[in-house]
């Protein structure tokens, strides 16, 4: 028995270098975007699902059972505002987290397993907004909630702690809307922050993005187009809704992640041109083969982006 066992794991193992060396990508990247090819996780916005988001758009969040049990919990008794801070030492180190979803949906699970693994690599409180949602808002609403909440954690939290921003897919964007933000009105930075395969231009109308969509099984094209302008509103082409225009300058170290399988990389390598051109301190950092999101998933790729953020954070803390 134990021989056999000794050959399935010999096995077993055999496939996995197989893959990687065969498709330059771990087994379980390409078992997890096959699953999303058949599930589609992120539905297309439908009439139904518009009329359902109309008539839930002012309901108060409720966090769900699976993320209390974890530890999540109301932040200063705000219901729209989640903190984690079972990992915490005091008020060293807060991550002020900017989820994704379409600017549409709540944190899913993967989401707060992600945060969990970050606040506990990282011994950090977690504060994520759950800002307002489209259709029933827009971006004006959502910033404004968003930078009511950032500036209640410095205003209540020693001036010495570690403040790192982060956000995912529209979360990424609306991260570097707010640095942006926060840099027009001469209010405190977060030391350094992190995209995760960020949504930088909610007009999403680049023509490369074409050649990338038959691999991209997660976002559509004119999905985020709709979504994108019924996010926008009133301030149509502003910088607050694509960011990726916005002035670079003045901001706190900034690291982004994309893959090449997600239609958002080709603005995220127009943010490291921008970047090198402005000379300002943005690095882009490309996993190829990679689904859009994909630090949020449990394969081997993931776990090397977070090694990377958790490294960086550090050695930041460090200086």
Not at 186 to 195: E, H, S, V
Not at 220 to 232: F, H, P, S
Not at 302 to 316: D, P
Request: glycine letters at 6%; aromatic letters at 8%; a positive charge.
């Amino acid at each position: 028995m134990k021989n056999k066992i000794i050959k399935i794991i010999g096995s077993s193992l055999v496939v996995k270098e197989a893959t990687r060396l065969v498709y330059g990508r771990s087994l379980s990247s390409l078992l997890v975007e096959q699953a999303l090819r058949l599930v589609k996780p992120f539905p297309e916005v439908t009439a139904e699902s518009y009329q359902a988001a109309v008539k839930n758009g002012n309901l108060p969040y409720e966090i769900p059972a699976y993320a209390v049990k974890m530890g999540f919990e109301p932040w200063l008794k705000y219901r729209d505002v989640v903190s984690l801070t079972k990992y915490a030492r005091a008020h060293d180190r807060v991550i002020f987290y900017l989820h994704g979803g379409g600017f549409w949906q709540q944190p899913t699970l993967f989401h707060y397993h992600f945060l969990t693994k970050l606040a506990n690599k990282l011994q950090a409180q977690v504060i994520m907004p759950i800002y307002p949602k489209i259709p029933v808002f827009t971006a004006q609403d959502i910033n404004q909630m968003v930078l009511d909440v950032y500036r209640m954690l410095c205003q209540k939290y020693p001036k010495d702690t570690q403040i790192i921003m982060m956000g995912d897919s529209a979360g990424g964007g609306l991260a570097l809307a707010m640095l942006e933000q926060l840099s027009r009105l001469k209010l405190p930075q977060p030391q350094q922050a992190f995209l995760f395969s960020p949504w930088l231009d909610v007009r999403t109308d680049d023509p490369q993005m074409k050649l990338i969509q038959p691999n991209d099984h997660l976002l559509k094209i004119a999905d985020l187009q709709l979504r994108g302008r019924l996010y926008a509103g009133k301030l149509g082409n502003s910088v607050m809704t694509r960011p990726l225009l916005g002035n670079l300058n003045d901001l706190p170290p900034i690291v982004a992640f994309t893959g090449t399988h997600d239609i958002l990389n080709i603005d995220a390598q127009k943010l490291q041109k921008r970047a090198t051109e402005t000379n300002s301190n943005i690095a882009v950092v490309t996993y190829a083969q990679m689904d859009h999101d994909f630090i949020l998933f449990p394969i081997p790729e993931a776990r090397q982006a977070i090694a990377k953020v958790v490294n960086l954070v550090k050695k930041s803390n460090l200086c």
